[in-house]
């Protein structure tokens, strides 16, 4: 079984930074995407930003060059540099990631448990 635990989410007022991360664990064989989701209240869940295991990375047109996006294979740790905040970027963000563990042949794609981001004005 695999598990991801995210840390870093918080209140902080508009203009500010706050750094999130996102740690997979458990019989790990290989992770190919990880990325970032978010959820406001009574909005569907949307994507953020994504990172291929080569580092490639995909933004949300509404995050774009505010947020930042990177990896530690090594660490199986995705992280999400979040500047400039707005009263908008309020939600719940989620990491997600496309994991290989010694369990199965193929890829599946797990969830974390989501940690609250809360922008004030």
């Known amino acids: 079984q695999v598990q991801l635990v995210e840390s870093g989410g918080g209140l902080v007022q508009a203009g500010g930074s706050l750094r999130l991360s996102c740690a997979a664990s458990g019989n790990i064989v290989s992770i190919a995407s990880m990325g970032w989701y978010r959820q406001a209240p009574g909005k569907q869940r949307e994507l953020v930003a994504t990172i291929t295991s080569g580092g490639s990375t995909n933004y949300a047109a509404s995050v774009k060059g505010r947020f930042t996006i990177s990896r530690d294979n090594a660490k199986n740790t995705v992280y999400l540099q979040m500047d400039s905040l707005k009263p908008e970027d309020t939600a719940v963000y989620y990491c997600?990631?496309?994991?290989?563990?010694?369990?199965?042949?193929?890829?599946?794609?797990?969830w974390g448990q989501g940690t609250q981001v809360t922008v004030s004005s």
């Open positions: 997600n990631a496309d994991v290989r563990d010694s369990g199965s042949y193929y890829f599946n794609d797990y």
